[in-house]
């Protein structure tokens, strides 16, 4: 059944400046991914996934509000959460462990996906201080390591940037990630590997993606691809 046709619950969730219809829409949109039905089967609210959750530690934030919104077919509720809740989810996936067979985080991966693609503005504010980041990631194919994290290059990052940076091989020291990889090392992508990569990011729409967020950082990384495809003389 298509959400717009279903109770239309009071303003409880807040938002009520924003239609219903287009709450529904949003709701609609998330229910159309061919991977929902396989992420919520309904919810037993046995908790489980919140005790295994590590954002539900630290942050008013339950994986269980969000099946069971779904369940529910709550739209004003997905609606909030989607303007709130799914930012606070680490995509750690331990919530898997549901014995209903549910994918709360992978619900969450769909909802953030329709934020983005639809230019919500809880999109735009979560990915505010990450636009270096995604231009890093996605210009040289690799992830950013923790060396550089350095204060000039994330100001806006707070003081434990800085404190993180001077101390670097302290924290290295304490808590190890598997690889330890640096800028010296693990770092480098073969040039067939990129070139890969940004084919996929085109083809795929992910790139697309990040217009609805941030026009200028799609315009560099479309001149950058489009310059680095061009240069290796592959035709999309
Ligand atoms: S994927 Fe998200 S909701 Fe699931 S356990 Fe991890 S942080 Fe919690
Ligand atoms: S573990 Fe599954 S069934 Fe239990 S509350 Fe979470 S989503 Fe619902």
């Given at each position: 059944?298509?959400?717009?046709?279903?109770?239309?619950?009071?303003?409880?969730?807040?938002?009520?400046?924003?239609?219903?219809?287009?709450?529904?829409?949003?709701?609609?949109?998330?229910?159309?991914?061919?991977?929902?039905?396989?992420?919520?089967?309904?919810?037993?609210?046995?908790?489980?996934?919140?005790?295994?959750?590590?954002?539900?530690?630290?942050?008013?934030f339950?994986?269980?509000?969000?099946?069971?919104a779904?369940a529910?077919?709550?739209?004003?509720?997905?609606?909030?959460?989607?303007?709130?809740?799914?930012?606070?989810?680490?995509?750690?996936?331990?919530?898997?462990?549901?014995?209903?067979?549910?994918n709360?985080?992978?619900?969450?991966?769909?909802?953030?996906?329709?934020?983005?693609?639809?230019?919500?503005?809880?999109?735009?504010?979560?990915?505010?201080?990450?636009?270096?980041i995604?231009?890093?990631?996605?210009?040289?194919?690799?992830?950013?390591?923790?060396?550089?994290?350095?204060?000039?290059?994330?100001?806006?990052?707070?003081?434990?940037?800085?404190?993180?940076?001077?101390?670097?091989?302290?924290?290295?020291?304490?808590?190890?990630?598997?690889?330890?990889?640096?800028?010296?090392?693990?770092?480098?992508?073969?040039?067939?590997?990129?070139?890969?990569?940004?084919?996929?990011?085109?083809?795929?729409?992910?790139?697309?993606?990040?217009?609805g967020?941030?026009?200028?950082?799609?315009?560099?990384?479309?001149?950058?691809?489009?310059?680095?495809?061009?240069?290796?003389?592959?035709?999309r």
């Amino acid at each position: 059944m298509a959400a717009s046709a279903l109770y239309k619950a009071p303003d409880v969730a807040g938002y009520g400046d924003v239609p219903y219809e287009e709450k529904a829409r949003l709701f609609d949109l998330v229910k159309a991914d061919l991977r929902y039905p396989d992420y919520l089967y309904g919810c037993y609210e046995c908790g489980i996934c919140v005790a295994v959750c590590p954002s539900a530690r630290f942050y008013d934030f339950s994986p269980r509000r969000v099946a069971q919104a779904a369940a529910r077919e709550d739209v004003e509720l997905i609606y909030q959460q989607m303007q709130e809740d799914i930012w606070e989810c680490s995509q750690c996936f331990s919530c898997l462990r549901c014995p209903r067979g549910n994918n709360p985080g992978g619900i969450i991966t769909i909802m953030r996906e329709v934020a983005v693609n639809n230019g919500l503005a809880s999109a735009r504010e979560a990915l505010e201080g990450y636009s270096r980041i995604i231009y890093k990631i996605m210009s040289t194919g690799t992830q950013v390591s923790p060396d550089m994290l350095q204060p000039d290059a994330f100001p806006d990052w707070g003081p434990e940037v800085k404190d993180v940076s001077d101390n670097l091989d302290l924290w290295r020291r304490a808590l190890p990630p598997e690889t330890l990889h640096t800028t010296r090392t693990g770092w480098d992508v073969a040039p067939r590997t990129l070139v890969e990569l940004y084919l996929i990011w085109f083809e795929t729409g992910a790139l697309d993606m990040i217009k609805g967020v941030d026009e200028g950082l799609h315009m560099i990384l479309e001149e950058v691809m489009e310059e680095r495809l061009e240069e290796e003389g592959v035709e999309r």
